[in-house]
């Protein structure tokens, strides 16, 4: 069993992102609730789908490693079919204060899971098994409080910028843990078989909690992330926060990319660029590669 300050500090932002939540739908209107979210939604749709990923969550921390041979979610063909599935199951006439009503449940049963793991000090070693894309298969808890915050940080940034323009209202140090949690994530989007060359890429978000990131391409080797600027870059991104989500994260941006976040890339740095763009933004049928616990869990000093 291992506890770590980091993981007090991981479980301290979580409630921390959970009050930001509730602060933030908490004054919605009716009006509010039925505003469009994005092509599909409406933010109504966001504390459902919320919802509905916690208790997934908190159910996986329940049962451990024994997931009574449910099926795996491994592309985002399967994740969107998984999606509609559960939307199908709310009730047509649920309104979005409902759905945020049964979402601050949701945080209950994600208390209830996490104090089952120990209290005060949480087994946040204790494997459970994951059914969804790039954290699929058995994991430590750990990884499934982590990936919960950052589910929840990357909804909360997309509904506060298509609802104000601004991101969420977080400490320098919840938006850093988010963002390094999305490289890493982000980075398992790529297939390794469809990498040609070896390309470094530096990625400088500016903003309260930015910081920079290198990631390395290699034919048939998974991507690998390191925070700081590490090597001779083939290219460097400069862009705020907010601009990298809008653009890469949550389509709010129509403009081209390589004219926008590369316009200073020479010639061939742009077909470099044009080549890693690709590689991120895979067919729906691309099998998800799984992370290994210790790309994201800190060292751990015995």
Known sequence: MTYTPDDAQLIKDLELEWDVIDGFFGRFSTADWMRPHGKDWTF???PYHLMVFHNLFAESLRRGTNHDGEPEIRTLRELNQWNAARFQQRPTNQTGAQSFGLLKRSIENMHTAMRALGNPEPDMDRPCWLPLLRVRGVHTARIAIDYTYWHD??????ANLRYNDHLPRYTDEMMHRALNFHMHITARSVDPSKITGDYVWHLDLLGNGGGAWTFNFSPNVPVLVQQGLIG????????????????????????NPLQTMFNSARSYEARKLAHIQALFNGSEDQVMQPIEDAEIEPEIVA
């Open 44 to 46: 109504g749709d966001v």
């Open 153 to 158: 940080w990357l909804h909360l940034c997309e």
């Open 232 to 255: 001779t870059p083939n290219l460097h991104t400069t862009r705020t926060i907010a601009d990298y989500l809008k653009l890469t994260a949550f389509n709010m941006m129509r403009i």
